[in-house]
Structures are given as C-alpha cells and as structure tokens.
C-alpha cells in the first residue's frame, strides 16, 4: 500500500541484514554447525534462505540430508550451537550495515522502532553496541510474537508506537520480512547494502516490496526529496 505525501509517522527496521552486516556471519556459522551433522553445503545453498529462521533452515537441511531419524530433535540443537558459534565471533556480528547507524541518528520527526527476530537482550546489546539505543522508541524481539512472514511482529510494533500499520515504513532485506511487513498493510523498502553480492533482486520483488536501495545514503536522498513520495 503506497504512502500517501507527508504519511509515514514512524519507521520500523529489521534487525539482521539490515542494521547488523551479520548475514556472512550467520551464514558461517548455519555452515559449520552442519558440517557438524555431516552435511556439507557452500554459502550459495543458503541464499534461498536469507531472512528465514535459523530453525526452518536447520529442519530444512536435516530432512534433506536424512542425517537423523528424527530431525526435529536435533533443529533445537543447531539452533544453540549456532548462537554459540555467532556470540564467539561477537565483535564480527555486531558489526553495522554501511551508513545505517548515521542515517538513524539523522532521523527527526518520526516514531522509531526495531522489529528483530532474536532476542531482546540480543537486540539491546546490538543497538547499545552502535550508539543508537537511545534513537528507539520501541524494541519489539522475536520471541513477542509469531515468526516472518506472518505479519503479527509488525502489527504488534505499530501498535506499540501508537501508529497506524498504513502510516508505518518498514525497512527489510529478506523476502519474509517484506511479506510480514506488506500482510501488516505497511509500506517496505528493501535496503541491499546487507545481503550478499550475488543475492537475486528478483525475490525482493516477488515478495511485494515497494522499493528498492542499494544503501542508506540512498534511502536518505529520497526521504528527503519526496517525504516517500518518490519511493
């Protein structure tokens, strides 16, 4: 649903991919927690899954591979090991998305919140880490509602904020993040600084996005010309 001139009252960024450049990192570590199960994929076998849950993608893999009589009981497993893998490389995946943190901090005039799918002291400590807490009005993590692509953690923000879905932007770079924040009847531009160099453009387009921006400045220069007009 097209912003109206002059209707967006509050932004919403996701988390990873889109203020945290982690995504190589997760990536690594979804590689080498497998490789521990015996199942030897690259980095381009997990390109379908940028922006899914860690446990769709574990489940994914471990049903392929059939490395498990009962895969389910191993995703939970995954999942541990590869927070450990990812918080063993901390100062790596705390690491900001190019011009995202001086794009928040230039921000005025509008609600602000994050819409992450870890957890809220994950989330906390990552915005703490960049200096731009304070810019949030809102901290909304995964575990407070049903995971992408349903629309609920959206839905949930605007009504933290105390705004309407239909005056929210929602800035994503996955194909569920898009879709939970276009099912929330939000506007959503996709920011590609985050993904990797070869990730499809195509699937942020199928899944209903808005707009698309390589980086912040970018996003920024419209912002500013067109109050979304442009967008």
Same mark, same amino acid.
């Given at each position: 649903?097209?912003?109206?001139?002059?209707?967006?009252?509050?932004?919403?960024?996701?988390?990873?991919?889109?203020?945290?450049?982690?995504?190589?990192?997760?990536?690594?570590?979804?590689?080498?927690?497998?490789?521990?199960?015996?199942?030897?994929?690259?980095?381009?076998?997990?390109?379908?899954?940028?922006?899914?849950?860690?446990?769709?993608?574990?489940?994914?893999?471990?049903?392929?591979? $059939?490395?498990?009589?009962?895969? /389910?009981?191993?995703?939970?497993?995954? !999942?541990?090991?590869?927070?450990? &893998? @990812?918080? %063993?490389?901390?100062?790596?995946?705390?690491?900001?998305?190019?011009?995202?943190?001086?794009?928040?901090?230039?921000?005025?005039?509008?609600?602000?919140?994050?819409?992450?799918?870890? $957890?809220?002291?994950?989330?906390? /400590?990552?915005?703490?880490?960049?200096? !731009?807490?304070?810019?949030?009005? &809102? @901290?909304? %993590?995964?575990?407070?509602?049903?995971?992408?692509?349903?629309?609920?953690?959206?839905?949930?923000?605007?009504?933290?904020?105390?705004?309407?879905?239909?005056?929210?932007?929602?800035?994503?770079?996955?194909?569920?993040?898009?879709?939970?924040?276009?099912?929330?009847?939000?506007?959503?531009?996709?920011?590609?600084?985050?993904?990797?160099?070869?990730?499809?453009?195509?699937?942020?387009?199928?899944?209903?996005?808005?707009?698309?921006?390589?980086?912040?400045?970018?996003?920024?220069?419209?912002?500013?010309?067109?109050?979304?007009?442009?967008?």
């Amino acid at each position: 649903m097209p912003a109206s001139r002059m209707g967006i009252e509050a932004i919403i960024f996701d988390c990873d991919g889109t203020i945290l450049d982690n995504e190589l990192v997760i990536e690594k570590a979804t590689l080498k927690v497998l490789a521990e199960h015996g199942i030897i994929i690259c980095q381009d076998d997990l390109l379908p899954f940028v922006g899914f849950p860690g446990r769709e993608v574990f489940s994914h893999f471990l049903k392929r591979d $059939g490395k498990s009589a009962d895969p /389910e009981v191993h995703v939970e497993e995954c !999942i541990q090991k590869r927070r450990a &893998v @990812i918080k %063993a490389r901390n100062s790596e995946a705390m690491r900001p998305v190019p011009g995202v943190v001086e794009f928040i901090q230039g921000l005025n005039g509008y609600r602000m919140a994050v819409a992450g799918g870890y $957890g809220q002291q994950y989330l906390e /400590e990552a915005l703490r880490a960049l200096g !731009i807490y304070e810019k949030f009005d &809102v @901290i909304i %993590a995964g575990e407070q509602a049903p995971r992408k692509p349903a629309p609920d953690i959206y839905l949930l923000t605007a009504k933290c904020l105390g705004v309407k879905p239909e005056n929210c932007l929602v800035i994503e770079n996955s194909p569920t993040g898009i879709q939970s924040a276009k099912s929330a009847g939000m506007y959503c531009i996709a920011i590609t600084a985050g993904l990797p160099q070869n990730y499809s453009h195509e699937k942020l387009r199928n899944a209903g996005v808005d707009g698309i921006v390589a980086t912040f400045a970018e996003l920024g220069k419209r912002l500013m010309r067109d109050q979304m007009n442009d967008l």
